[in-house]
């Protein structure tokens, strides 16, 4: 049977527990920092290690079958990917923050205001939801900084212990949406043997944990 290839994040904050997750699935394989792809051994899958923005399109166009990423990622990229399980790591959640002193109160006190984000596109979808005409200043890193430089009047972006928030003296002001890591398919894949096979790995690997 052909492999399987999927796609992990190479470095970062879902790596180490993406890996963990297959190893103890019962998957042998080298965790070669250097090479971007191993084969399992024992088992009919290879794994890819690309950065985590990368993973959606590839799993989309079908150079990876399956991936592993923060369901943020997805909906910024907007990919049209199967969402197969919630993994129960990675979790966090895409707010709203303000300053610390800022006289914003409603989200609709953001209208003609300016928003500094690494999320335009998942910005954009909530702002329309609500109605809100802001400015969106699209930023790739230091979201966190930009209100204290002047850039904006408030930034969307992810949180997890709030601590990066609160020492650039912001506070968090709504959540926009939440986010865990989760195993995503090319479409039409769903009925594959060795999927369903991972799949089942995976899901026993999860209820063990609960
Ligand atoms: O290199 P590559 O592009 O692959 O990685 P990356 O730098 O884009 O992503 P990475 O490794 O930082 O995060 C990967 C995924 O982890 C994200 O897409 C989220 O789904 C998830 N995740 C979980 C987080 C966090 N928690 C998190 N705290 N991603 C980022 N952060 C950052 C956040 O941007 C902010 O700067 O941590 C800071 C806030 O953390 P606290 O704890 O101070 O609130
Ligand atoms: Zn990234």
């Given at each position: 049977m052909k492999n399987l290839k999927i796609a992990i994040q190479?470095?970062?904050?879902?790596n180490e527990k993406s890996v963990q997750l297959l190893k103890n699935c019962g998957l042998d394989f080298e965790n070669y920092k250097s090479s971007l792809i191993t084969s399992v051994s024992n088992f009919n899958l290879e794994i890819l290690f690309l950065r985590d923005d990368d993973i959606p399109g590839y799993v989309e166009e079908g150079i990876a079958d399956l991936g592993i990423v923060g369901e943020n990622v997805i909906d910024e990229t907007e990919s049209n990917v199967a969402y197969l399980q919630r993994l129960g790591f990675g979790k966090c959640t895409l707010k709203l923050a303000i300053p610390r002193d800022s006289k914003i109160s409603d989200l609709k006190d953001l209208n003609g205001k300016s928003i500094a984000t690494s999320y335009p596109v998942i910005l954009k979808n909530f702002l329309e939801e609500y109605k809100i005409n802001a400015d969106i200043q699209t930023i790739s890193?230091?979201?966190?900084i930009a209100p204290g430089l002047g850039l904006s009047d408030a930034i969307c972006d992810i949180v997890s212990t709030g601590g990066t928030l609160k020492s650039n003296g912001l506070k968090p002001f709504a959540d926009v949406r939440k986010s865990e890591a989760i195993l995503i398919a090319r479409e039409g894949l769903e009925e594959n043997e060795i999927l369903m096979e991972l799949l089942q790995r995976i899901q026993s690997v999860l209820r063990a944990k609960e």
């Open positions: 190479k470095s970062g904050r879902l890193g230091s979201v966190e």
